[in-house]
């Protein structure tokens, strides 16, 4: 009787998948895994730093002024004795909430403007691109400057007008019209980039087979843009998030030091910097800490950014 060999069952091998083979490569790059665990830790000290600390990062003390760094001030204290340390971990979430709703907005409207223009082309593309590029060569500092001296005192006297006549004391934080101008001044010369990005990806999708057969199925535009245009641009995209993230942070910080951001009390590393410039002589950790610390966040960024194309792109990685 001839012996009959056994078929051994093979068991079915786990689908490749683009995210998955993304995140395996992203965790073999260490500078992108320390880049990752930077901004996570970023992010943790803005959201339970400042209550985790011992100090209000407004509370001043009087007789603890301009404090070297010790076990009871890590950073020591600022010229009207308050903690550096709890002021520098405020500062932290300031930059972040700045960053992230700047790039969200910024990068809305990059994503509509862009997948229109390269999506239709033509006219629309022209006209689109023009604004783009009329937007472009507006100087940063310039738009913001104009921006602030234009709304910032109307703003804040409306405020003052609906607290004298509701009396709600929400009217008199005025650090949301700081906030308010700096997200919509910082979106205003944000988004071109991300515009310009798009619109080079979906020139290269819109003639795709899957794109041909969706319109042939009767699908419209929308459609069409919604589920397989934009998802299909999102890989580049999600690189420039990651670097214009620390952009961000960084021209929110560059505002706030010229006097035109996020002004005090509101901790920024942007005014620390700047009250830090006038006395690092004498008081070197004024400067140091604030500085030091929005460094780290820049290159922790950047790190992240190089690893995410290296993933997301392999073939361009050297």
């Known amino acids: 009787m001839a012996f009959v060999p056994m078929s051994v069952p093979v068991p079915d091998e786990a689908p490749v998948s683009l995210w998955r083979d993304a995140w395996s490569r992203l965790l073999r790059n260490r500078l992108a895994v320390a880049g990752l665990v930077m901004v996570l830790v970023l992010v943790f000290a803005a959201a339970f730093g400042p209550m985790l600390t011992p100090y209000d990062f407004l509370?001043?003390?009087?007789?603890?002024?301009?404090?070297?760094?010790?076990?009871?001030?890590?950073?020591?204290?600022?010229d009207l004795g308050r903690d550096v340390f709890s002021r520098v971990l405020y500062g932290t979430r300031t930059a972040l909430i700045v960053a992230v709703v700047v790039t969200a907005i910024a990068v809305?409207?990059?994503?509509?403007?862009?997948?229109?223009?390269?999506f239709f082309g033509g006219l629309v593309d022209r006209t689109i691109m023009w604004f783009t590029d009329m937007t472009m060569s507006v100087p940063n500092l310039l738009l913001v400057v104009v921006i602030n001296a234009s709304l910032k005192t109307p703003l804040s006297q409306w405020m003052e007008a609906r607290y004298l006549v509701t009396l709600n004391p929400f009217y008199r934080e005025t650090i949301w019209v700081d906030f308010l101008l700096v997200f919509g001044s910082m979106a205003?010369?944000?988004?071109?980039?991300?515009?310009?990005?798009?619109?080079?990806?979906?020139?290269?999708?819109?003639s795709r087979p899957y794109v041909t057969a969706a319109r042939a199925l009767g699908l419209t535009n929308r459609i069409i843009?919604?589920?397989?245009?934009?998802p299909n641009a999102l890989g580049p995209l999600i690189v420039a998030v990651s670097a214009g993230l620390g952009s961000a942070m960084v021209l929110e910080s560059a505002f706030s030091f010229l006097?035109?951001?996020v002004n005090p009390p509101t901790p920024s590393w942007g005014n620390m910097i700047s009250d830090g410039l006038r006395v690092w002589q004498h008081?070197?950790?004024?400067?140091?800490?604030?500085?030091?610390?929005?460094?780290?966040?820049?290159v922790a960024f950047s790190f992240l950014g190089d690893g995410l194309n290296d993933a997301l792109n392999p073939r361009g990685s050297k």
């Open 59 to 78: 509370s001043q003390n009087l007789e603890a002024r301009n404090l070297a760094p010790s076990l009871s001030h890590w950073f020591g204290t600022d």
């Open 108 to 118: 809305a409207i990059g994503v509509a403007l862009g997948a229109v223009a390269g």
């Open 188 to 206: 205003l010369i944000s988004w071109p980039p991300y515009a310009r990005l798009v619109r080079a990806q979906v020139l290269t999708i819109r």
């Open 225 to 230: 843009l919604i589920r397989y245009v934009v």
């Open 259 to 261: 006097g035109v951001g």
């Open 283 to 298: 008081y070197p950790h004024l400067l140091a800490a604030p500085a030091a610390v929005l460094g780290l966040a820049t």
